[in-house]
């Protein structure tokens, strides 16, 4: 952005996160409250939790400076968050790449634990209580996990989830969140951030390895069909329970699938919503490699570390040359599919997919 008397785009605001990963000096805990409450703010609007107890010290303080903002309008949180950490950022000078172990500050991302070490980043979606059900703010932490690692120094990038399951998908709370435009904004907003999320699997980089600790459900299976490998536990399961959620495929897969596994198998996954275990996936080449789970960790990190150890620019063009032909057309894919979805959030049978499952009456 050129001067702050400008309004912070989304993407400024997307650089100065990014930035504020780069502080080489600590800005205190004032400030990064300041950060918070702002971030908040901006992606969330107005502080509706509920307040936590006195002796929850450091979420207390975190609810006291989100709410102390009031109903400060989103676009101000949001320029108010680039100008803040610009003036951090022109007072301690960020180095112009990442630093090796950078992305491993605790306060960078709330719902993902990003790591970078022996040539890998490890971006691991770190909600266990909710299964790595994604939410808004990770939809937008992953994104911007990824385009971190995209330019960081790291060979391979890799995603996988914390506790027992890898992700269950969408976090279809995500649905409650009306803005003043009703269930119309919503969906239009939803398909924007689908949008731009599987944009950045569509563009990244470098390899990009999901590692998959446990089942996956909904989006976390679809954007399988957009990494480079996949690696799972023989605990994993894959289920796209579109048909049942009165929703459509996204993440490419109504393309991807049909070309990894045959349009019969896709059709069995893709709309009657057929659970496979992790050696079916592997038989259609959704999986590269299935592991005892007993021993999955040590053997998959033993693999990856030698592979990251292979030359990284090397790595990069051969995944350019075997990916770029497609490109266009998986962002064209990506755009036609978030259209109907739109049109599907809107849905009876979505809407009443959705209340079933929040009112307790329905799990997958
Ligand atoms: C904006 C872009 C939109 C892109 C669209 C993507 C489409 C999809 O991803 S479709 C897939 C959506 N996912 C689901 O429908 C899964 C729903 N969850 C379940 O059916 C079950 O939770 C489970 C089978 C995954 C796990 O069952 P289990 O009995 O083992 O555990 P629970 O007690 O149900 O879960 C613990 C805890 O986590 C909450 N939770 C789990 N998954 C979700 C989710 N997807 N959305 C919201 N919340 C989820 C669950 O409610 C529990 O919470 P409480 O402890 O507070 O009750």
Redesign the pocket.
């Known amino acids: 952005m050129s001067g702050t008397a400008m309004r912070a785009s989304q993407k400024d605001f997307e650089n100065a996160m990014n930035q504020v990963k780069l502080l080489k000096k600590d800005p205190g805990n004032e400030v990064k409250l300041k950060l918070y409450a702002l971030y908040k703010q901006a992606t969330e609007g107005s502080c509706t939790m509920p307040k936590p107890g006195v002796f929850d010290l450091v979420n207390k303080a975190k609810w006291d400076a989100w709410n102390a903002l009031g109903s400060l309008p989103k676009e101000t949180a949001r320029q108010n968050y680039v100008e803040l950490v610009s003036s951090l950022t022109s007072a301690s000078q960020p180095s112009s790449q990442v630093e090796p172990g950078a992305d491993r500050k605790p306060s960078a991302y709330e719902t993902l634990e990003v790591t970078s070490e022996d040539g890998i980043t490890k971006i691991m979606f770190n909600r266990p209580?909710?299964?790595n059900?994604i939410t808004t703010q990770m939809?937008h932490e992953i994104m911007l996990a990824l385009k971190a690692a995209g330019k960081d120094d790291s060979s391979v990038t890799v995603l996988t989830g914390n506790g027992d399951y890898y992700s269950?998908?969408?976090?279809?709370?995500?649905f409650t969140d009306l803005p003043p435009g009703g269930p119309e904004e919503k969906a239009k907003n939803?398909a924007i951030?689908?949008r731009d999320f599987i944009d950045c699997f569509i563009d990244f980089p470098k390899p990009l390895i999901a590692v998959v600790n446990g089942p996956a459900?909904?989006?976390s299976v679809t954007t399988l069909g957009l990494c480079d490998a996949v690696y799972a536990t023989d605990r994993a399961t894959f289920h796209t329970?579109?048909s049942h959620?009165g929703?459509s495929p996204?993440g490419c897969s109504s393309y991807t699938f049909p070309k990894i596994m045959g349009p019969s198998k896709a059709t069995e996954m893709l709309i009657f919503g057929k659970k496979l275990t992790a050696r079916e996936a592997c038989a259609q080449g959704l999986v590269t490699e299935v592991f005892p789970d007993s021993t999955f960790q040590k053997e998959v990190w033993t693999r990856l570390k030698a592979y990251a150890k292979l030359p990284p620019n090397a790595m990069r063009i051969s995944k350019e040359i075997m990916r770029s032909r497609e490109k266009e057309k998986l962002r064209a894919i990506n755009v036609e599919e978030c259209n109907v979805l739109q049109e599907r959030w809107l849905s009876d049978e979505c809407m009443n997919a959705v209340m079933n499952?929040l009112s307790r009456k329905a799990?997958?």
Do not use: C, H, R, W
């Open positions: 209580t909710k299964k059900a939809y269950s998908g969408n976090d279809l709370t995500n939803s951030l689908l459900v909904g989006i329970p579109f959620l929703q996204e499952f799990k997958l």
